[in-house]
């Protein structure tokens, strides 16, 4: 149920994933409300307000963010839209929640950046919503109190049953080993610096000139390394795992049973444990990282009420953390075509303050 207090929110691109946060803020969110609903299918945006009581159509997405009875945004609109609109979410000086990518080049990515922080305050926040998982958070708590000492290795697998026939071997990268690349620099706390991928024998199933699967390797600055499978048309499910390795033990995410830790007797507790196996493979993302998706919006909603009074309106990844996945995923693109070591370009964050 709704309150006179709550936040109100249109949200641009009703398609899956942008029809799946109308009904989690509308069912399972706690002070906000869709106010205003905006897709470039109108006939489809008509279908989703009309189950919510109070809810306009507005048919141009800048009209949508400029309006009145707009306290906050989503955008799940196509990623080449997003520049536009996260400018004209800065000018309004709205909230807005931006499904990745943050833009779809690297140039337009750090012109946000800069843009956001001319403004002094936090108004963007990037959709990388692993980082609200429950078990990548008891990961990241592992790693951060010290619990297997220093970390050295993460060995990483994302595999999808399929994808649309647009999908070409350059979004591999930016659509899903992107993902990878923000876990990566959320577990450890540092930028990636080189990334390499390699090209194996493409899966006999995967339509004609899909480079799938991909091999990645990302070298981090404290020189840390991550190996990453990206399986794109597996036919089967959808996975994602994670397992980090350590001086003292390893971790593993993933499996369906929650996290899995591996002790030897030089842990310091005297036992030397044993793995799990087992459970169910999730059938899509919407079913591994619900939970996820729900801690994020709620989280974000909290921050945009509160903002006016913290100086925030983001409790998560915010722009500079999308530029930063853009700089290395086109790293990975370059270095998909030519199978080299690419070294990451990106600005120091230092020379942009506030960023």
Same mark, same amino acid.
């Given at each position: 149920?709704? /309150?006179?207090?709550?936040?109100?929110?249109?949200?641009?691109?009703?398609?899956?994933?942008?029809?799946?946060?109308?009904?989690?803020?509308?069912?399972?969110?706690?002070?906000?409300?869709?106010?205003?609903?905006?897709?470039?299918?109108?006939?489809?945006?008509?279908?989703?307000?009309?189950?919510?009581? $109070?809810?306009?159509?507005? /048919?141009?997405?800048?009209?949508?963010?400029?309006?009145?009875?707009?306290?906050?945004?989503?955008? @799940?609109?196509? $990623?080449?839209?997003?520049?536009? *609109?996260?400018?004209?979410?800065?000018?309004? $000086?709205?909230?807005?929640?931006?499904?990745?990518?943050?833009?779809?080049?690297?140039? =337009?990515?750090?012109?946000?950046?800069?843009?956001?922080?001319?403004?002094?305050?936090?108004?963007?926040?990037?959709?990388?919503?692993?980082?609200?998982?429950?078990?990548?958070?008891?990961?990241?708590?592992?790693?951060?109190?010290?619990?297997? /000492? *220093?970390?050295?290795?993460?060995?990483?697998?994302?595999?999808?049953?399929?994808?649309?026939?647009?999908?070409?071997?350059?979004?591999?990268?930016?659509?899903?080993?992107?993902?990878?690349?923000?876990?990566?620099?959320?577990?450890?706390?540092?930028?990636?610096?080189?990334? *390499?991928?390699?090209?194996?024998?493409?899966?006999?199933?995967?339509?004609?000139?899909?480079?799938?699967?991909?091999?990645?390797?990302?070298?981090?600055?404290?020189?840390?390394?991550?190996?990453?499978? +990206?399986?794109?048309?597996?036919?089967?499910?959808?996975? +994602?795992? =994670?397992?980090?390795?350590?001086?003292?033990?390893?971790?593993?995410?993933?499996?369906?049973?929650?996290?899995?830790?591996?002790?030897?007797?030089?842990?310091?507790?005297?036992?030397?444990?044993?793995?799990?196996?087992?459970?169910?493979?999730?059938?899509?993302?919407?079913?591994?990282?619900?939970?996820?998706?729900?801690?994020?919006? *709620?989280?974000?909603?909290?921050?945009?009420?509160?903002?006016?009074?913290? /100086?925030?309106?983001?409790?998560?990844? $915010?722009?500079?953390?999308?530029?930063?996945?853009?700089?290395?995923? @086109?790293?990975?693109?370059?270095?998909?075509?030519?199978?080299?070591?690419?070294?990451?370009?990106?600005?120091?964050?230092?020379?942009?303050?506030?960023?």
């Amino acid at each position: 149920m709704s /309150g006179s207090n709550d936040l109100r929110i249109a949200v641009l691109g009703v398609g899956m994933m942008g029809a799946d946060h109308v009904a989690r803020i509308t069912e399972r969110i706690k002070g906000a409300t869709v106010a205003v609903v905006n897709d470039y299918f109108t006939e489809k945006a008509e279908q989703i307000a009309a189950g919510i009581p $109070g809810c306009r159509v507005i /048919g141009d997405p800048l009209d949508a963010i400029a309006d009145p009875d707009v306290d906050a945004v989503v955008l @799940a609109t196509p $990623g080449p839209t997003h520049e536009k *609109q996260l400018l004209a979410c800065l000018e309004h $000086g709205k909230p807005v929640m931006c499904e990745k990518p943050l833009t779809t080049d690297v140039a =337009t990515s750090l012109e946000i950046v800069k843009r956001e922080a001319e403004l002094g305050k936090k108004l963007i926040q990037v959709g990388f919503m692993r980082r609200f998982d429950h078990e990548y958070e008891q990961l990241k708590s592992l790693i951060d109190d010290g619990t297997f /000492g *220093q970390v050295l290795l993460a060995h990483c697998v994302h595999r999808n049953p399929a994808v649309p026939p647009s999908f070409d071997s350059s979004m591999i990268v930016k659509d899903s080993l992107v993902h990878e690349v923000d876990v990566t620099r959320f577990l450890f706390d540092e930028e990636i610096t080189s990334v *390499q991928i390699l090209r194996p024998a493409a899966n006999p199933g995967a339509p004609e000139g899909l480079q799938d699967p991909q091999i990645a390797f990302f070298t981090t600055e404290s020189g840390r390394h991550v190996d990453v499978e +990206v399986f794109v048309t597996t036919g089967v499910a959808y996975e +994602v795992r =994670t397992e980090i390795v350590a001086e003292k033990g390893s971790a593993f995410i993933g499996l369906d049973v929650g996290l899995v830790r591996k002790f030897g007797t030089g842990a310091g507790n005297g036992r030397s444990g044993a793995g799990m196996s087992g459970g169910e493979i999730t059938p899509s993302f919407k079913e591994r990282f619900g939970q996820a998706y729900d801690v994020e919006i *709620q989280r974000w909603v909290n921050a945009a009420r509160t903002g006016a009074e913290t /100086g925030t309106y983001i409790d998560g990844p $915010g722009a500079w953390d999308g530029y930063a996945a853009a700089a290395v995923c @086109a790293a990975g693109v370059q270095s998909l075509e030519t199978g080299e070591r690419v070294a990451v370009d990106m600005v120091d964050r230092s020379s942009i303050p506030g960023a």
